[in-house]
């Protein structure tokens, strides 16, 4: 038996394409499965919950969304019992199938998930922030800052649907950096790495915690991130001057690994993070709120994935 969750709407309803190829396979394989559409935020991680909690025989899980998606059925996700993921990418970045080259075709994809030669144990990080200390996981990347500005006006801007109707998607996450860029404030702050190490910064743009090399439909923020090490890679970006963001920005969008001036790495388990005036926090584009501090850690090989 196959849980599917799928979300019709990822991507201005390439979603819903996606699952009628998928369901017409299915049934002419005469594959046993059931189906859960999401319908609002919030849906998938329910589902999730639902289908995981208290149970303790083996069960697939497979995903049809964006990043966003994935998000929420990890967040939901109880790991009591076997609980295998597999993944089709539905959504306009799918930062998570580009890191682990799951296949674009859905039809290609559901054939390596009914038919499994790999699986792998991934890594996935959880971050912590508010006066409740609320947490969520993330498969891909969280981070605090301009990024996570850009995935908050993603989540309503126009722009982004008409692009995402003519499979121009990617292309609104520059022109939604370019609009952040030219609003974003730098702020003082710092970062404790595994409780020991303290690094102070005048000008943070943004701070990005990755799991995966990849966030923003593309951006390589971490060339060196390992889903599978147990270590978080965070990225630091600080400049004074805004316009020095641009070279950045392009460098990461071309996928270059040559560590441009204004941005450094780390590798640690866990981090705390804290900036003087607040910023937007994200998790796999997920907005957590508007905070000035968070708390990011690693738990190490927890996710059974079909690759």
Request: net charge positive; charged share 25%.
């Amino acid at each position: 038996m196959y849980f599917f969750i799928v979300n019709p709407n990822s991507r201005c309803g390439w979603g819903e394409k996606v699952w009628k190829k998928l369901k017409k396979l299915l049934e002419q394989k005469a594959v046993e499965y059931e189906c859960y559409l999401t319908e609002k935020a919030g849906d998938a991680s329910m589902l999730a919950r639902s289908l995981t909690e208290g149970v303790r025989e083996p069960r697939v899980i497979v995903v049809v969304g964006g990043d966003g998606t994935f998000n929420e059925v990890l967040d939901g996700l109880a790991f009591g019992g076997m609980i295998t993921l597999g993944y089709i990418p539905a959504g306009s970045g799918n930062d998570l199938a580009r890191s682990l080259k799951l296949p674009s075709n859905p039809v290609k994809g559901l054939k390596r998930i009914l038919s499994p030669k790999h699986h792998q144990l991934l890594d996935y990080g959880v971050i912590t922030f508010g006066k409740e200390a609320e947490h969520r996981r993330f498969a891909v990347s969280s981070g605090i800052g301009m990024d996570a500005a850009v995935c908050s006006n993603l989540l309503e801007s126009p722009t982004r649907k008409r692009l995402n109707r003519v499979h121009l998607g990617k292309l609104s996450y520059i022109v939604i950096g370019i609009k952040q860029l030219i609003l974003a404030r730098p702020s003082k702050g710092c970062l404790i790495l595994d409780g020991v190490k303290k690094v102070e910064f005048n000008h943070i743009c943004f701070i990005s915690v990755h799991i995966h090399p990849f966030e923003g439909g593309g951006f390589l923020f971490a060339p060196k991130a390992d889903y599978k090490d147990g270590m978080l890679s965070v990225c630091v970006v600080s400049q004074k001057n805004k316009l020095k963001l641009i070279p950045i920005l392009l460098s990461a969008l071309l996928k270059e690994k040559k560590r441009k001036k204004g941005v450094r790495i780390y590798d640690c388990r866990e981090a705390s993070f804290h900036v003087e005036n607040p910023m937007p926090v994200h998790a796999d584009g997920e907005i957590c709120g508007t905070w000035t501090d968070i708390q990011a850690e690693c738990i190490e090989r927890k996710i059974r994935m079909i690759v």
